[in-house]
């Protein structure tokens, strides 16, 4: 049930942009996106459901392509707040016993460099 | 969203030990989750916290190891029994207001066992 996610790792200078990927098998209801700093809890950026559509905030967004089962997230000019490790959580298709269940990928560990 | 508070936030316990972990809500969630995150790894699902029945457990974690309680909308409990160092972990739980709308993550519970 683990999405993939890539990269695993990014490096930036300030004000450059990143894509982070995820990908799975299953069929998705909905695909949420965290990003965890060193030590902290998971901080919830955005949910995506089923339906095929892009979200924006602020310079993050992110689209879901349902059809491939597909979610990325932009990150544009990016900031040194930008930093951390970004998961992707992944929600199959089926409710019931399921409904809601997060699945999530390995993480990619960005790095913004001033 | 609502305001999750994990008690302890850390804890050192002996082998063979168990340690209970409570979440509790500000306000009434019709789901609740509990993850584990084992040191520079992802986000593990453990179970879903079922109010009022028995919690749905994923591959892996069973009842007798992880019992968890969920007596109404607000709180829900997770016990790690039996502890071993492979325990040490983050575990952490999360709540989801409805079908739609984000999950969100307590601050964790930094569990080490000697």
């Known amino acids: 049930q683990q999405p993939v996610q890539s990269p695993q790792a990014v490096i930036l200078r300030e004000g450059e942009d990143a894509v982070i990927n995820c990908s799975s098998s299953?069929?998705?209801?909905?695909v949420h996106w965290y990003r965890q700093k060193h030590g902290e809890a998971p901080v919830f950026l955005m949910i995506?459901?089923?339906?095929?559509e892009q979200k924006g905030h602020d310079k993050i967004s992110a689209s879901f392509n349902e059809k491939k089962q597909q979610s990325s997230l932009y990150l544009t000019a990016s900031q040194l707040s930008y930093s951390g490790t970004y998961f992707c959580?992944?929600?199959?298709?089926?409710?019931?016993?399921?409904?809601?269940?997060?699945?999530f990928g390995r993480g990619t560990q960005l790095t913004v460099w001033p | 969203s609502a305001v999750i508070s994990q008690k302890p936030s850390r804890d050192i316990c002996q082998r063979g030990t168990s340690l209970t972990i409570q979440c509790q809500v500000d306000?009434?969630?019709?789901?609740m989750f509990w993850y584990r995150q084992q040191p520079g790894q992802s986000l593990t699902l453990i179970a879903t916290?079922?109010?009022?029945?028995?919690?749905?457990?994923e591959s892996g974690f069973v009842i007798d190891k992880f019992p968890i309680s969920r007596p109404n909308l607000t709180f829900s409990t997770l016990t790690v029994s039996n502890m071993s160092p492979e325990d040490s972990s983050i575990y952490l739980c999360?709540?989801?207001?409805?079908?739609?709308?984000?999950?969100?993550f307590g601050d964790g519970t930094r569990l080490s066992i000697l």
């Open positions: 999360s709540v989801k207001g409805t079908v739609n709308q984000p999950q969100h």
């Open positions: 299953k069929a998705l209801y909905s």
């Open positions: 995506l459901l089923k339906g095929g």
């Open positions: 959580g992944t929600e199959p298709v089926g409710g019931g016993s399921t409904l809601g269940r997060l699945y």
């Open positions: 306000s009434q969630v019709t789901m």
């Open positions: 916290a079922n109010q009022g029945s028995e919690a749905t457990y």
